[in-house]
């Protein structure tokens, strides 16, 4: 189906900078959405920004101004730019792929694994 890997994870102090990635390999689908989710200790995963195949963005607003998504339809990737970062964007953070199958006119969905994104004080 869709394998989803993502990568740029880490520890970073107050105000600084880091960088997601995220690729999705497949053989018999079509990808369509992808996006990046959020859940930290203790809370319901939540959305941080989407991106349709034709660019069109929608952030959390809790994250506006701040990231930025971005996404390769070439290469099916799709990457978060994270800026001014604080103590509460701490969470791990997962990419989400919605897949198109054209034999059954159906969407999927798939999550990568998580990367955690730790913000120090």
């Known amino acids: 189906q869709v394998q989803v890997v993502e990568s740029g994870g880490g520890l970073v102090q107050t105000g600084g900078s880091l960088r997601l990635s995220c690729a999705a390999s497949?053989?018999?689908?079509?990808?369509?959405?992808m996006g990046w989710y959020r859940q930290a200790p203790g809370k319901q995963r939540e959305l941080v920004a989407t991106?349709?195949?034709?660019?069109?963005?929608n952030y959390a607003d809790f994250v506006k101004g701040r990231f930025t998504i971005s996404r390769d339809n070439s290469n099916n990737t799709v990457s978060l730019q994270m800026n001014s970062l604080k103590p509460d964007d701490t969470a791990v953070y997962y990419c989400k792929v919605v897949a198109h199958s054209t034999r059954w006119s159906t969407d999927y969905q798939y999550w990568g694994q998580g990367t955690q994104v730790t913000v120090s004080s």
């Open positions: 497949t053989s018999i689908f079509s990808i369509n959405a």
């Open positions: 991106i349709s195949t034709s660019g069109t963005t």
